[in-house]
Every structure is written in C-alpha cells, then in structure tokens.
C-alpha cells in the first residue's frame, strides 16, 4: 500500500484527493496547507502547516504538489532529498530557467521519480487522435491549431493574489490556463524549429501576467503551428485543439473528436470522459494519470510524463514572450544555450 500526501488544498487538491482516496492500492495519510482553518477538511489524515515538518514525520512513498507555482521547485526538491516520489501539478515551475534546475535533480536522482500532470494527454479523445496519426494512414502531420478562449475576472486574482504576480506565477494565461494546449501541440508536431510570438492584456485587472497569447511555430519536421489564449473571452469557450494530416483534418472540441472529408463533412470518432461540475476544464483524466504514475512506483516502470518532457512547454513560454519582447522570431534551444 503506498502512503501519499498532498502538500496544498486549494482548487485542484479536490481533484487529486478523490482520486488518491478511490485508488484501492493507495492509502492519503497526511496533507499540508498553511491555512489552520482546512485542518478538517480532509477526515482522517494527518494535517500540517509546514510541509517539511511532515516529511520528516511521516514515512511516505508519494507527495502530491498542489501549490502556487513559486513553491513547486522548492517543495519538490525537498520530497526529492528525502527520497519520496512525487507528483507534481501543472506548470512544472515558474519559468524556464526554474525548470531546468527541476531537469537537472531529476537527472541527478533517477532513483526518485518526479510525475507532472499533462493528464490531458491521456485524454481518450487525444490517445485515439495519436493513434491515428501513427497509424500513418493519412499522411504527414501540416498544420496544428491550438486555441483557449476563458473567461477570467478580476475577482479570480483578487481572491489568490498570487495568481496576478510575476514572482509567484511566473505568467498568466500561457502557463496557467492553456499549457495544457501548448504541451499537446508539442507532443504532436514534435521538435520545433522556431517560434513567434506576442502576448498582452485584452482587459486591465490591474495585474502583472498577460491575459492574451499568440503564436506561429515551425516545427523542425515542416508542420506549422497556430497557437491563441485569451482570458478575455466572455465564457469558458470549449478549448479548439486541430491537426491537418496530407489525408484528413481531426478536431478536438467540446470533448469530441471527429474527423472532416474534403467536402467538410464530420464524422465523430471518440468523446471523452466529462469531469461533473463547472471545472469541466479540468478534464476527467487526473485519476487516470495518477493511477499509472502509481503503477509506475509499484513496478519501477518509465511509462509517465517525466520532468524534462513537461520542461518544453516552459521553453515554449519563454520563447513566446521573448519573442514578444524583442519582435523577432526566435530559434528553438533554450536548454543548450543555457547549459
């Protein structure tokens, strides 16, 4: 039976802890917050304010990290150097540079495995679209569209600060709401080539972080990338996420995949699970990743989203915003430059 613990109960510790609590190989014993007021919130745990406290405490095969993204490196690092695997929630970290240091003690403890959840990945609409693609039957990947268009009002950074400042998110719209979308174009262009982007803010909240993101990218294999989130839509719009094949055009949306001839017609292939309630964004496949990174402990496996695989969506980021900066295209090899 693995021992877990959930360091951070905010939003989406509430779609770990169901997963943690259903899985019959696994036991939640202890979970950490620094707000006292949620020591009940979680019956039958050990709860503590100070997550080194709890490491040294408890005996734990698998902490997850349910934190701000200033505190994932460091509460990371610090399950690592106590030998506990962990599980770590999106963004890998607050930044590029930031993610190469989680690469580096990654590499430096390959005893210790370091889970990040892109549980979009194992969506059931996105693993029959990888299916296709491999199958080879439609061709070459051209073209991939990725587009966010969410809804988020000045309350939701009133409510947690930390998600308006640079030196706690690290950024707004790119590596909060639509890294997911950024790490699956990646995942199915492949290498890139070069990235150009701009980022902005549509609406003034008076924060730090870009509400608004776009970019084209080239893919080292010829395939284009068109990449847009925004967080100054009106509604939650469902994410657009589409691959052009020298064959066939395969468009996810509204949890659906399907398939359009020459002449536009559709044909649905595959629907994924929906996650009940109005975090519909979530996803459904959270249970799903943990229970195979679980898997992956049990029986000293590979087969899970590694750090240096989550690590390209944060040089995608860094890229875009350079880019912006500088209003020029930039050439993919953040990593090599700064090694």
């Given amino acids: 039976m693995l021992k877990i613990a959930v360091i951070g109960l905010g939003d989406i510790s509430k779609i770990h802890i169901p997963a943690i609590q259903a899985n019959e190989g696994a036991e939640l014993v202890a979970v950490c917050d620094i707000e006292e007021s949620l020591k009940d919130s979680v019956a039958n745990v050990n709860f503590y304010t ?12 698998c902490v997850h990290i349910c934190l701000p993204h200033h505190l994932h490196y460091p509460a990371t690092k610090a399950c690592v150097e106590k030998g506990v695997h962990v599980f770590q929630e999106k963004p890998l970290a607050r930044n590029a540079e930031e993610g190469l ?3 580096k003690l990654e590499e430096e403890n390959k005893k210790i495995k370091i889970g990040v959840s892109f549980q979009n990945r194992v969506n059931e609409t996105v693993e029959r679209l ?49 890294i997911h979308t950024l ?109 195979q990174f679980y898997t992956c402990i049990e029986k000293d496996l590979q087969d899970y989203i590694h750090v240096k695989d989550a690590q390209v969506s944060m040089e995608m980021i860094h890229a875009i915003c350079r880019s912006s900066e500088t209003k020029k295209e930039v050439i993919w090899g953040y990593s090599n430059e700064q090694r």
């Fill in 183 to 291: 790490d699956l174009m990646q995942l199915i262009g492949g290498e890139i080539s070069t990235i150009r982007g701009s980022i902005d803010n549509l609406v003034d909240h008076g924060y730090e972080v870009e509400d608004t993101a776009s970019a084209s990218i080239q893919f080292a294999n010829g395939a284009t990338g068109l990449f847009f989130a925004t967080n100054a839509n009106a509604i939650n719009s469902s994410v657009e996420f589409q691959v052009v094949l020298e064959k066939g055009k395969f468009t996810i949306k509204d949890s659906i995949l399907t398939s359009a001839d020459e002449s536009g017609k559709k044909v649905e292939l595959m629907e994924d699970m929906k996650l009940p309630g109005s975090k519909f964004y979530y996803g459904a496949s959270h249970a799903k990743l943990i229970n």
């Fill in 50 to 61: 100070n997550y080194l406290e709890m490491l040294e405490k408890e005996t734990l095969d």
């Fill in 130 to 178: 990888r299916e296709i693609i491999d199958s080879g039957d439609y061709g070459k990947v051209t073209g991939i569209k990725g587009l966010v268009t969410w809804h988020r009002p000045k309350a939701y950074y009133d409510v947690k600060p930390w998600r308006g400042k640079m030196e706690y998110a690290g950024g707004g719209v790119m590596i909060n709401q639509s």
């Fill in 101 to 103: 240091a989680l690469v």
